[in-house]
């Protein structure tokens, strides 16, 4: 079955500081791939997929993810964060082969400090 | 706006007496789902749907119900609650399945006593 794994269940980081976000999943079929992001009290929002082309995909606020098919990961990172990317984050895997399903990991608390 | 409405917010019940969490959305999506998020797990698929009178079993189906009789509207059923469904339930959507984007409501809190 398919699963999906979040190295980090939390990552403290302080403002401007870099962060990466680990996903590890377990296909090695073709997959498509995505990040989700959820807010204090909020439904989860997509950040960004990937499912096909360009691995490196990118997001409107600064966030971008690797897809390396030989390490089966899709690592978030960004470059400097801010007090408002304090959130938590999901990675999420659906495999054309299993149907229907998009399969979440257990996700990452990203904690920015000042 | 596009968006996905749940109702209630939150929720607190005894053991054994049904319930019914709805959804409804209003972009036209074909696809539908409900998750059950828990501290740890992340979110479990629970059942969805991809169109209209076609239901299906997520990952853990056991004690839920749901039913698509119009596109809009798929409401979760828990016929007798029990503690082990306290649990954060979103629904969501998308104009198809595969790699499209979700769409999630703001989610239920429900607690079973």
């Known amino acids: 079955a398919q699963s999906v794994t979040q190295l980090d269940s939390q990552v403290p980081v302080f403002e401007e500081a870099p962060v990466e976000l680990r996903c590890n999943y377990s296909s090695s079929v073709s997959v498509y791939l995505f990040w989700y992001v959820q807010y204090p009290n909020q439904g989860l929002q997509l950040l960004l997929k990937y499912l096909s082309g360009s691995t490196l995909v990118e997001s409107i606020n600064g966030f971008e993810a690797e897809f390396n098919k030989s390490q089966t990961s899709f690592h978030l990172r960004k470059p400097s964060v801010h007090i408002s990317d304090t959130a938590e984050y999901f990675c999420a895997v659906s495999v054309m082969e299993y149907g229907n399903k998009l399969v979440f990991g257990a996700g990452t608390i990203l904690r920015v400090k000042s | 706006e596009a968006q996905v409405t749940q109702n209630p917010r939150y929720l607190i019940t005894v053991t054994g007496k049904k319930l019914t969490v709805t959804c409804s959305q209003n972009m036209n999506h074909e696809y539908m789902s409900w998750y059950r998020q828990d501290p740890g797990l992340g979110l479990r698929q629970i059942y969805y749907?991809?169109?209209?009178?076609?239901?299906d079993k997520g990952d853990v189906p056991e004690g839920y119900k749901v039913s698509r009789k119009e596109k809009r509207n798929f409401p979760l059923i828990l016929e007798s609650p029990s503690p082990n469904q306290t649990s954060l339930y979103f629904c969501?959507?998308?104009?198809?399945?595969?790699?499209?984007?979700?769409?999630f409501g703001s989610g239920t809190q429900l607690s079973v006593l």
């Open positions: 969501a959507s998308s104009f198809r399945t595969l790699g499209e984007k979700l769409f």
């Open positions: 749907s991809m169109n209209v009178e076609v239901t």
